[in-house]
């Protein structure tokens, strides 16, 4: 018996019917989102052979050299989504500032933001990578949106999501009614529902961090990180398993998938900066859909969520992932 396909147009629009909060504008924004990253993908998967792979001569505003395919990316979600009538501005990690819709366009009611390629070091190597995204309202003046109009806090977001560039190329998206993956069918070029409400288990086995920067990690992380290395001889009295990518969408991912919590904390390296996550179109979209799948997401004080954001590219500490553990480690950020 043939098993049928629920494709991405088709779960939104029942989803709808239960939950009324996808109206037809974000419908077909996130379709459009979604055509884009299978644009991204296609051009992520020849490598070599579409002549996108290594860096541009120039820097980003976080000071990061920018990948050919940052460039892309970054160039296909402008162009993707300029026309459609939905959005108000768009802002990127690859902009120093929000991009306002062209006059030429009608603007819409929402605002789109975007990591267009997350995990860029791994770009040339072969490793997964990919797009992770957020959706804000726009204000209601009808006025080109400001940086101003960007600055709010994750529990705003009508939606968020995040393509995985990988063996199979998948797009995760939740519009607060639960946590849904899609894979792509590369012969029909259409997204399929493949994994239904996506549920985080509580507890885990597994961290995710770049352990190297230990000796610059806070106490409350240290002292974490050396309780799970100690294992079953320890404090915690079972083993743990550690993975880190170095792409964020790819850990979050297998989080999403068999538990895990992932971590990024501030550290002494540069005390300006809280980490490397950044708040707005990073760890808010990941803090979105880890707490639609019954995981929790704090800067190690505060829910993720709850943060009031002041700058475009502000980064935060995160702990995402399974709920008890994200709550043991945010515990020990309070004791003494
Ligand atoms: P980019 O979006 O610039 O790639 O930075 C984010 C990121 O690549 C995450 O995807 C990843 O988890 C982290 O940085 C890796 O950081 P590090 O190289 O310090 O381990």
């Known amino acids: 018996m043939r098993k049928k396909r629920v494709s991405l147009t088709q779960h939104l629009i029942e989803a709808h019917r239960t939950s009324h909060n996808i109206p037809e504008a974000l419908r077909l924004l996130l379709e459009v989102v979604g055509r884009a990253c299978k644009t991204i993908g296609s051009?992520?998967?020849?490598?070599?052979?579409?002549?996108?792979?290594?860096?541009?001569?120039?820097?980003?505003?976080?000071?990061?050299?920018?990948?050919?395919?940052?460039?892309?990316?970054?160039?296909?979600?402008?162009?993707?989504?300029?026309?459609?009538?939905?959005?108000?501005?768009?802002?990127?990690?690859?902009?120093?500032?929000?991009?306002?819709?062209?006059?030429?366009?009608?603007?819409?009611?929402?605002?789109?933001?975007?990591?267009?390629?997350?995990?860029?070091?791994?770009?040339?190597?072969?490793?997964?990578?990919?797009t992770i995204f957020s959706v804000l309202h726009a204000p209601e003046t009808g006025q080109t949106p400001s940086e101003s109009d960007f600055m709010q806090p994750g529990s705003k977001q009508v939606a968020a999501g995040y393509a995985l560039y990988g063996p199979q190329t998948l797009l995760v998206l939740t519009t607060g009614n639960g946590v849904n993956c899609f894979t792509l069918d590369r012969e029909m070029g259409s997204w399929v529902l493949t994994q239904p409400n996506l549920m985080i288990p509580e507890d885990t086995s597994e961290y995710a961090i770049n352990s190297s920067n230990y000796r610059f990690w806070h106490p409350p992380v240290q002292r974490y990180i050396r309780e799970m290395q100690e294992g079953a001889t320890g404090l915690l009295g079972k083993n743990f398993n550690m993975r880190w990518v170095g792409s964020m969408v790819t850990d979050m991912h297998r989080i999403l998938n068999r538990g895990g919590i992932f971590m990024y904390p501030a550290d002494t390296r540069n005390p300006s900066q809280a980490g490397r996550i950044r708040l707005l179109y990073e760890a808010n979209p990941m803090a979105f859909i880890v707490e639609q799948a019954g995981g929790a997401a704090t800067d190690g004080h505060n829910r993720l969520m709850d943060i009031q954001p002041k700058r475009l590219h502000q980064r935060v500490p995160v702990f995402l992932g399974s709920k008890n553990e994200v709550a043991r480690i945010t515990r020990y950020h309070s004791e003494p």
């Not at 579409?50 to 402008?78: A, P, R």
């Not at 690859?94 to 070091?121: A, C, Q, R």
Request: aromatic fraction near 6%; hydrophobic fraction near 35%.
């Open 43 to 130: 051009a992520v998967g020849k490598g070599a052979l579409g002549d996108i792979l290594g860096s541009t001569q120039t820097e980003n505003i976080q000071g990061e050299v920018q990948k050919k395919l940052d460039i892309l990316s970054n160039q296909i979600l402008l162009e993707s989504n300029e026309w459609g009538g939905y959005l108000g501005a768009m802002a990127s990690e690859e902009m120093e500032t929000i991009h306002p819709i062209s006059n030429d366009y009608p603007k819409g009611k929402y605002l789109l933001l975007f990591d267009p390629l997350d995990g860029s070091t791994n770009i040339d190597v072969n490793v997964s990578i990919g």
